[in-house]
């Protein structure tokens, strides 16, 4: 059984920077294609980032296109978050997830990862 746990949310102000920091523990991690989502309070969870096993491809919601960079470690079994420029509407509970290796179509949706964490909260004020 995987188990993700994220870390390195809080509150922070409009401009500012967070790394998150996502810890995979339990089964393979360097295999898999990990992704981070966030869900807004009232709206759905929506797609934040996604990066490839080796690290060598990463893909970004147009939202946070060059504020965001998703980056991972495999000695550490960690995936990596970072967010900078936050705005208010980055507001959100961050999730980590690994993607089923299986499972085939747009790496953007939610539906084709199978282990997610707890989330992490990020709060911009402004």
């Known amino acids: 059984q995987l188990q993700l746990v994220e870390s390195g949310g809080g509150l922070v102000q409009a401009g500012d920077s967070l790394r998150l920091s996502c810890a995979a523990s339990?089964?393979?991690?360097?295999?898999?294609?990990m992704g981070w989502f966030r869900q807004a309070p009232g709206k759905e969870r929506e797609f934040v980032a996604t990066?490839?096993?080796?690290?060598?491809?990463?893909s970004y919601a147009d939202s946070v296109k060059g504020r965001f960079t998703i980056s991972r470690d495999n000695a550490k079994n960690t995936v990596y978050l970072q967010m900078n420029s936050l705005k208010v509407e980055d507001t959100a509970v961050y999730y980590c997830?690994?993607?089923?290796?299986?499972?085939?179509?747009?790496?953007?949706?939610?539906?084709?990862?199978?282990?997610w964490g707890q989330g992490t909260q990020v709060t911009v004020s402004s």
């Open positions: 339990g089964r393979t991690f360097s295999s898999y294609r």
């Open positions: 990066i490839n096993w080796s690290g060598g491809s990463t």
């Open positions: 997830a690994r993607r089923n290796n299986i499972v085939g179509g747009d790496i953007s949706i939610e539906s084709g990862y199978d282990y």
